[in-house]
Structure formats: structure tokens, C-alpha cells
């Protein structure tokens, strides 16, 4: 991947004409770029810095249910390696996640006395569930 992305860094606009782009096209692009394949180390910073990141952003989702959300560093490191196995970039990393936390989501409103729960990398591989069985909360009976 290293050497597809140095060649590709070097090519110029008769490149394009030759791949098959009409000139007339390629006359009005003022910058030619590629871009370099994501490692991860810059995926796991995208889960983790911007303001807006997906591991900030499920851990509100598990607040509102009382429950503290963390993620440990290998977690991260495989979530990030599961994203580059889909070859489409960061764009990789929501739907992996959403995969991971759909089942724990789906089930959270129905536990109780979670406490912190802490994603790893055997939670990420299937091997171990986030949400170990608990107490069900009890529902309250609506009246007719």
C-alpha cells in the first residue's frame, strides 16, 4: 500500500488523460492530491480527540442510563484495525462501532446496576459481552 500511495503521490495531468479522463476535465481540476492509507494510530486518535468523537459519544448514550462506558487502549487498537481491513477510511470506524454496540444498546435499557463497563479487545472480538446479565429492571404495569 505504501509504494501504491508514493506512485500515486507523483502523477501528473497527462496521467489522467491517459487513464481516461477527457482533457477538458482534467484542465479545470487546479489541484491533483492523493491521499495517504490512515494507520492505527491516527484511526484510534479520530475515535478518541475531536469534540465530537464516537467514543464520546457513546459514552453519553450509556450515562443516560447510568452507566460509565470506557474503552481500553487495545480496544481501540482493534477497532481501528478492524476499520482499515474495510479499506474505505475513517468512514470504517462508525460502522464498525455501531456493529460493536448495537446488541449492549439494544439491551441497555433493561439492566440495572451497571456501574462501569469497560470495552476490550475480547469484547470487540466477540469473546466477551459488554453487558453481563444483570437484574432486568422491573416494568411498570400500565394501567387500562
Known amino acids: ?3 501504491e500511495g508514493e506512485v500515486l503521490a507523483q502523477v501528473i495531468p497527462d496521467d489522467l488523460v491517459e487513464y481516461g479522463m477527457i482533457p477538458e476535465l482534467v484542465g479545470r481540476l487546479p489541484v491533483i492530491t492523493s491521499l495517504e492509507p490512515l494507520d492505527i494510530e491516527t ?3 479520530i475515535l478518541t480527540e475531536p469534540k465530537n468523537a464516537l467514543v464520546r ?3 453519553k448514550l450509556f450515562e443516560y442510563e447510568k452507566c460509565t462506558l470506557e474503552f481500553d487502549d487495545d480496544a481501540l487498537a482493534a477497532l481501528a484495525e478492524k476499520a482499515i481491513d474495510r479499506e474505505t477510511g475513517a468512514r470504517a470506524l ?3 462501532m455501531e456493529e460493536l454496540m448495537l446488541g449492549p444498546m439494544y439491551e441497555l435499557p433493561d439492566k440495572t446496576d451497571l456501574g462501569t463497563r469497560v470495552v476490550t ?3 470487540v472480538d466477540g469473546k ?3 453487558l453481563k446479565s444483570s437484574k432486568p429492571r ?3 404495569r400500565e394501567s387500562a
Open 121 to 123: 479487545r475480547d469484547v
Open 94 to 96: 462508525r460502522s464498525v
Open 138 to 140: 422491573r416494568r411498570r
Open 1 to 3: 500500500a505504501k509504494e
Open 43 to 45: 484511526l484510534v486518535r
Open 57 to 59: 459519544q457513546y459514552q
Open 128 to 130: 466477551t459481552p459488554l
